[in-house]
């Protein structure tokens, strides 16, 4: 729960601080291993509510982070990831191209996104394209068991599965037995340059949810 709650206050701090015309901070995104003595236990799921803004209006919350203006043109850096630099004008064009991934894969609004992924720019088009498309997003430890995400899978109800292709939650099928997957390390590029870029926004209001998270 203490890291839900971090999470969910540094959202209010950055869209408190855009809102107060602040230039919005870079995100630093390291992408070497974690190690962890103990495995997470997942018998928790905390909800993380877009309730911070505009009392009872329809928003974007992606919109709200990245703010309104088109970052088409933008050469400002977002991202640093290694020797890797997205712009935001990267940035949002590759945000809009997995929410209409999404949108060609049949993932409606609401529908869950387990997203076992690395900290690089893959995992931050994933988890804020979802949320553009109206899906909801929900990131998971990479270094859990392969029972772990059986039972991930089955809790959250996910509809598609993000993660790369040598992962253990690769090998994992729910019980349903139905459900899509992406790997960043085959197809996931092709799939952003081939789907549209074209800004899709789902509207949601305040008290819908805007990704899950599971504690530790």
Known sequence: PSNASTTGFVFRLIISSKK???ILPSMNVDSSPVN??????TSEQEWIYMSVLKDGREFDLVTELLGSKPFDSSDKIAIYCG???????ELNTNINSFANVLKELGIEAGDR????????PEFVYSFLGSMRHGACPV?????LTEDDYYYLLNDSGARLL?????????????????????FLDQDFDHMLQTASSQPRQ?????????FWLYSS
């Open 139 to 143: 990131p998971v430890n990479t270094m």
């Open 36 to 41: 962890t003595e103990q495995q997470p236990n």
């Open 162 to 182: 993000v993660t790369t292709s040598g992962s253990l939650a690769s090998k994992v099928e729910p019980a349903s037995g139905v459900i899509k997957k992406i």
């Open 202 to 210: 789902f509207p949601k209001k305040p008290d819908e949810i805007a």
């Open 113 to 120: 996104v387990l997203i076992v992924a690395p900290d690089t």
């Open 83 to 89: 020797d890797r630099r997205i712009t935001y004008g």
């Open 20 to 22: 107060s015309g602040e």
